[in-house]
């Protein structure tokens, strides 16, 4: 029996137990992030590759959202970065602006099927016409709600803008001051305001040629108004009194298992992390998507899920994409995979999946995806928009704010000068 590095799971969190390895000839190491069914779904397809290759042995080193990047960073930074690493497609700009940040893998095309995937998606994973990352899936943000937690308070699903504010005094009425219509963390509540600005204003938040915010002075002030007016109208809880539970994921606090926090504004590949943890028989639904009367675009955050890259350091590249290519497109991978990444872009595993009923329009990933796939969606999301530096930036000054040490036209102002300073620094 093979012994891997694995991260340590201790209750229902996913705590990373990150350990230096020495990989020997037939040794791989493979990273990424996620929740337990992530975790346990790769594990599951690596031991088939295992199989099918006897010589290779792979080395998996995973571990929850929080802290993921700042562990990679460290590890390219020294170059001891693994040989196959999941990637976000907001860290190509960091790691690899200019294309050689990670391998190409259009290199090894002999042992990774690329006409699997539509060219367009490839596209999102290309920098300087090099192929830095494969995409696995693609997702964007929608609203799921816990259905009992609505149904307990006497309330349909909202329908638009106006529905979802006008849920909060409801929910603090008839439920109590610890129920909330919505949850959202910090990325979150970047991403639908940013699609509500989007819908007014038919505009996207970054000015990649100007290397500056796309918004005046009054789009980002009220940009930030759209936060402390939910807060007021007790649509989503402070970032203060979220934190007070602790640095667990969301979706292991007890208000979420427990059904206070009654939706989510979440990647829909995600979304399935959510429901499971919820108490039974407590389950979410897919919301319908709010948009403005007039409104031309959604203003979806929408871009490849996760992707998988190969580390530039990695002297097994061929391994390495033998691995991704096992994992994508082989059946033995793909069907230990299931849906825990998402709909899965390889023709070949959409396909397979499809006829064996895992991707069903039950799947609450797959219905958001359909939704997804029905809105309108032309103004693309820039990869700045999640510059680690630009979304602390906009946390700490929430926090803030929270804390009473800042007035919201204060936080405005603070924040269009160091975010115009943070991007001309990224984007030059």
Same mark, same amino acid.
Request: charged share 20%; proline share 5%.
């Given at each position: 029996?093979?012994?891997?590095?694995?991260?340590?799971?201790?209750?229902?969190?996913?705590?990373?137990?990150?350990?230096?390895?020495?990989?020997?000839?037939?040794?791989?190491?493979?990273?990424?992030?996620?929740?337990?069914?992530?975790?346990?779904?790769?594990?599951?397809?690596?031991?088939?590759?295992?199989?099918?290759?006897?010589?290779?042995?792979?080395?998996?080193?995973?571990?929850?959202?929080?802290?993921?990047? #700042?562990?990679?960073?460290?590890?390219?930074?020294?170059?001891?970065?693994?040989?196959?690493?999941?990637?976000?497609?907001?860290?190509?700009?960091?790691?690899?602006?200019?294309?050689?940040?990670?391998?190409?893998?259009?290199?090894?095309?002999?042992?990774?099927?690329?006409?699997?995937?539509?060219?367009?998606?490839?596209?999102?994973?290309?920098?300087?016409?090099?192929?830095?990352?494969?995409?696995?899936?693609?997702?964007?943000?929608?609203?799921?709600?816990?259905?009992?937690?609505?149904?307990?308070?006497?309330?349909?699903?909202?329908?638009?803008?106006?529905?979802?504010?006008?849920?909060?005094?409801?929910?603090?009425?008839?439920?109590? $001051?610890?129920?909330?219509?919505?949850?959202?963390?910090?990325?979150?509540?970047?991403?639908?305001?940013?699609?509500?600005?989007?819908?007014?204003?038919?505009?996207?938040? /970054?000015?990649?040629?100007?290397?500056?915010?796309?918004?005046?002075?009054?789009?980002?002030?009220?940009?930030?108004?759209?936060?402390?007016?939910?807060?007021?109208?007790?649509?989503?809880?402070?970032?203060?009194?979220?934190?007070?539970?602790?640095?667990?994921?969301?979706?292991?606090?007890?208000?979420?298992?427990?059904?206070?926090?009654?939706? /989510?504004?979440?990647?829909?590949?995600?979304?399935?992390?959510?429901?499971?943890?919820?108490?039974?028989?407590?389950?979410?639904?897919?919301?319908?998507?709010?948009?403005?009367?007039?409104?031309?675009?959604?203003?979806?955050?929408?871009?490849?899920?996760?992707?998988?890259?190969?580390?530039?350091?990695?002297?097994?590249?061929?391994?390495?994409?033998?691995?991704?290519?096992?994992?994508?497109?082989?059946?033995?991978?793909?069907?230990?995979?299931?849906?825990?990444?998402?709909?899965?872009?390889?023709?070949?595993?959409?396909?397979?999946?499809?006829? $064996?009923?895992? /991707?069903?329009?039950?799947?609450?990933?797959?219905?958001?995806?359909?939704?997804?796939?029905?809105?309108?969606?032309? /103004?693309?999301?820039?990869?700045?928009?999640?510059?680690?530096?630009?979304?602390?930036?906009?946390?700490?000054?929430?926090?803030?704010?929270?804390?009473?040490?800042?007035?919201?036209?204060?936080?405005?102002?603070?924040?269009?000068? #160091?975010?115009?300073?943070?991007?001309?620094?990224?984007?030059?």
């Amino acid at each position: 029996m093979k012994i891997k590095t694995i991260a340590l799971l201790v209750g229902m969190a996913s705590i990373g137990s990150m350990i230096s390895v020495n990989a020997s000839a037939d040794e791989l190491r493979m990273s990424w992030w996620g929740g337990n069914s992530r975790h346990k779904a790769t594990n599951a397809a690596v031991d088939e590759f295992e199989k099918a290759n006897p010589s290779i042995e792979v080395k998996t080193e995973y571990t929850g959202w929080g802290g993921h990047l #700042q562990r990679l960073t460290t590890q390219i930074a020294g170059n001891t970065e693994p040989d196959v690493m999941q990637t976000n497609w907001n860290w190509m700009p960091i790691f690899s602006a200019k294309g050689n940040g990670f391998k190409d893998l259009r290199e090894y095309a002999d042992v990774l099927d690329l006409t699997q995937f539509d060219e367009s998606a490839l596209a999102a994973g290309t920098n300087n016409g090099k192929l830095n990352a494969i995409p696995i899936s693609m997702a964007a943000r929608v609203f799921y709600f816990n259905k009992d937690t609505w149904a307990k308070v006497g309330l349909r699903f909202p329908t638009n803008w106006d529905e979802i504010m006008a849920a909060g005094p409801i929910f603090k009425e008839k439920l109590g $001051d610890n129920y909330f219509p919505l949850i959202l963390e910090t990325n979150d509540l970047l991403g639908m305001a940013r699609s509500y600005m989007v819908q007014k204003y038919g505009i996207g938040m /970054i000015d990649e040629a100007g290397e500056k915010l796309a918004y005046s002075d009054a789009q980002i002030l009220e940009f930030f108004k759209l936060y402390t007016n939910m807060v007021d109208n007790h649509v989503i809880p402070s970032t203060k009194y979220i934190a007070s539970f602790g640095a667990a994921n969301m979706y292991e606090h007890k208000p979420w298992i427990d059904g206070e926090w009654g939706g /989510i504004y979440m990647w829909n590949s995600a979304v399935n992390k959510y429901n499971n943890n919820l108490k039974p028989p407590m389950s979410l639904g897919l919301g319908f998507y709010p948009q403005l009367p007039g409104a031309t675009d959604a203003g979806l955050f929408y871009k490849p899920a996760q992707m998988f890259s190969i580390g530039k350091n990695s002297d097994k590249p061929r391994e390495a994409a033998m691995l991704i290519n096992f994992i994508l497109n082989e059946p033995a991978g793909y069907k230990a995979m299931g849906l825990a990444r998402g709909v899965p872009l390889s023709l070949a595993a959409r396909r397979a999946l499809a006829l $064996d009923g895992t /991707i069903s329009d039950t799947d609450l990933s797959v219905a958001g995806l359909a939704q997804i796939n029905d809105l309108p969606k032309n /103004i693309k999301v820039s990869p700045y928009f999640e510059n680690p530096k630009l979304v602390s930036l906009f946390k700490g000054l929430i926090e803030k704010m929270d804390q009473g040490q800042m007035t919201v036209e204060e936080v405005a102002k603070d924040y269009k000068k #160091q975010a115009n300073r943070i991007l001309r620094k990224a984007i030059k």
